[in-house]
């Protein structure tokens, strides 16, 4: 089973995206968390796809495998643009990094380690069962986060 990718993907994203980015009253709880799902998915193979092929194109140097560039590019591939945008400057990250540059950067480091090291032996279907653990990342923070479901903090 492929998860995510797909023209339907793209049209159904960029057709609602201006409206969950803007927390439209006109769309509803199901349709937001259905466009985050999709809009997680595409993200979770654009961040497994690039770091898997950077892994293969950059040599290694100090271990067996390359370290940190593969981690580097799942991390820039899958945040969406956020990252150091040319017109901004630093000024994305001053106030901490967004959700999409830190799920994609912790996304792309554990498929890379899991994928170069000996806790891959013997697993079967490594590059699947390595995806499928990423979307479902991806979902479970893209719903918190798109939804608003954080606690609330009590105030003394």
Same mark, same amino acid.
């Given at each position: 089973?492929?998860?995510?990718?797909?023209?339907?993907?793209?049209? +159904?994203?960029? %057709?609602?995206?201006?409206?969950?980015?803007?927390?439209? =009253? #006109?769309?509803? &709880?199901?349709?937001?968390? @259905?466009?985050?799902?999709?809009?997680?998915?595409?993200?979770?193979?654009? +961040?497994?796809? %690039?770091?898997?092929?950077?892994?293969?194109?950059?040599? =290694? #140097?100090?271990? &067996?495998?390359?370290?940190? @560039?593969?981690?580097?590019?799942?991390?820039?591939?899958?945040?969406?643009?956020?990252?150091?945008?040319?017109?901004?400057?630093?000024?994305?990250?001053?106030?901490?990094?967004?959700?999409?540059?830190?799920?994609?950067?912790?996304?792309?480091?554990?498929?890379?380690?899991?994928?170069?090291?000996?806790?891959?032996?013997?697993?079967?279907?490594?590059?699947?069962?390595?995806?499928?653990?990423?979307?479902?990342?991806?979902?479970?923070?893209?719903?918190?986060?798109?939804?608003?479901?954080?606690?609330?903090?009590?105030?003394?």
């Amino acid at each position: 089973v492929e998860l995510g990718g797909g023209i339907e993907n793209y049209c +159904v994203i960029s %057709f609602f995206i201006p409206s969950t980015s803007t927390r439209s =009253p #006109s769309i509803s &709880s199901i349709s937001q968390a @259905g466009i985050i799902v999709l809009y997680e998915c595409v993200r979770a193979k654009v +961040v497994l796809t %690039f770091t898997l092929a950077a892994n293969a194109a950059i040599a =290694p #140097s100090l271990l &067996s495998f390359p370290l940190f @560039g593969p981690i580097m590019c799942g991390t820039i591939s899958g945040c969406g643009g956020a990252f150091l945008p040319m017109n901004k400057g630093l000024d994305p990250i001053l106030k901490g990094m967004g959700y999409p540059m830190i799920t994609a950067c912790v996304g792309s480091t554990l498929v890379h380690l899991f994928m170069n090291t000996s806790m891959s032996e013997g697993v079967i279907d490594k590059k699947e069962k390595a995806h499928l653990h990423l979307v479902l990342m991806f979902i479970l923070v893209g719903l918190v986060n798109g939804l608003g479901l954080k606690a609330k903090v009590k105030q003394a």
